[in-house]
């Protein structure tokens, strides 16, 4: 990883609740103007995490630095990064210039100088037309937005946000996606938001760090993630998987249920390994009667459900590789034509190319 362009970097940060480690050496390198998600299931630390990088929480061991400087010994208050709750905490009697000028004031700059900095957010958040109203006549996406902007104005090295989206209905959630991946571009800074979302850190980050039990699973690009899963956990958690559990029998084989697949790894061979074989649901093609040989894997199953999902439908079909019937994703624009049914018999493709090898 390059370490000249890193923000903030976590060495080995640990920290225990009792007997309990909630936090488990995690080492990570943020970088200048990242968007880095920080993602895992409930209770796997990611607002721990979080904690420690605003100075609410003391780490159990490890450091964190910030442009190269420990910043363990300073107190949250003096720290130049900025946590953003996910209860917005906006002053109900305040309007929204003085929700977000507020920070500012407590720092005792210039009025000039306020008021141009508010001007400037309230312009990037699109809130002018607002800027008079108090926090209750407005709606949740506003709201979001002005503790958005509450934070930016105070310009840290680094906003940190706390499942900023949780309290938004879907559309309004995915809406603002968007918009904070632009306020994060337009304003430069460095954000760090944790989510147990994946959708969410899919579409927003730049890097985003799995995390399982306090310990960092795989850390990489969402592309990565998704394409390159290093583990059964996170090719269960990042997106729909299919996967096959077999044993390693040669370099480029893992024979599954008596059948052997073929699939690309650079794991090295150990024969007789126990792995798990991935396949993403748009990979998997319904092969016709008879041709289709560029797919080197092939297997027939029975369709056992079609669930329709707007732009695709997904069609489950058991087969003999695994007990899970298997996910074969099909844009519904294709399937009206395609006359599937339930008990229907079909053969299913994939190249090799797309059968990543997991290990762990
Ligand atoms: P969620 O998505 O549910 O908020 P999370 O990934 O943010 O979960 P954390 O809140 O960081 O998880 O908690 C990690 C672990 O540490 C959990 O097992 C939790 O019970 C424990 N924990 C967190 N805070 C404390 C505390 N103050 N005292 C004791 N245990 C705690």
Redesign the pocket.
């Known amino acids: 990883m390059n370490n000249s362009s890193a923000v903030l970097i976590l060495d080995k940060v640990s920290k225990s609740?009792g007997n309990?480690l909630?936090v488990d050496e995690v080492s990570l390198n943020i970088r200048e103007n990242e968007f880095f998600a920080l993602l895992?299931p409930?209770?796997?630390?990611?607002?721990?995490l979080l904690r420690m990088l605003a100075g609410f929480e003391t780490p159990s061991a490890g450091c964190i630095y910030l442009d190269g400087k420990d910043i363990s010994p300073l107190p949250a208050n003096k720290r130049p990064l900025n946590l953003m709750f996910q209860s917005y905490a906006l002053f109900p009697n305040m309007t929204v210039r003085k929700n977000i000028a507020y920070g500012l004031e407590m720092e005792r700059l210039p009025e000039s100088e306020i008021r141009r900095r508010v001007d400037e957010v309230l312009s990037t958040a699109q809130l002018g037309e607002l800027a008079e109203r108090k926090p209750d006549q407005l709606s949740g996406g506003q709201r979001q937005r002005v503790a958005l902007a509450r934070a930016l104005v105070k310009r840290p090295r680094v906003l940190l946000l706390d499942e900023p989206l949780g309290a938004l209905d879907k559309k309004l959630r995915e809406k603002m996606q968007l918009e904070l991946k632009r306020l994060q571009l337009e304003s430069g800074i460095t954000f760090i938001i944790?989510t147990?979302d994946q959708e969410e850190a899919l579409v927003m980050s730049d890097r985003m760090a799995v995390l399982d039990g306090g310990k960092v699973c795989q850390c990489g690009s969402p592309t990565e993630l998704y394409e390159n899963p290093n583990s059964r956990f996170v090719a269960n958690f990042i997106g729909v998987s299919n996967l096959f559990e077999g044993v390693r029998s040669g370099e480029r084989t893992v024979r599954v249920n008596g059948q052997e697949l073929t699939v690309e790894t650079d794991a090295p061979l150990i024969p007789g390994q126990k792995v798990a074989v991935v396949v993403r649901p748009e990979r998997l093609q319904v092969l016709a009667e008879e041709g289709d040989d560029y797919c080197a894997n092939r297997v027939t199953g029975n369709i056992v459900e079609i669930a329709y999902h707007g732009l695709d439908t997904n069609v489950h079909v058991q087969t003999a590789l695994s007990d899970k019937a298997l996910i074969v994703r099909v844009p519904s624009s294709q399937f009206e034509f395609a006359h599937f049914a339930i008990g229907m018999s079909v053969r299913l493709g994939w190249q090799a190319r797309h059968a990543r090898v997991l290990t762990r």
Request: aromatic share 8%.
């Open positions: 609740y309990g909630a895992g409930s209770g796997c630390g990611k607002t721990t944790v147990h």
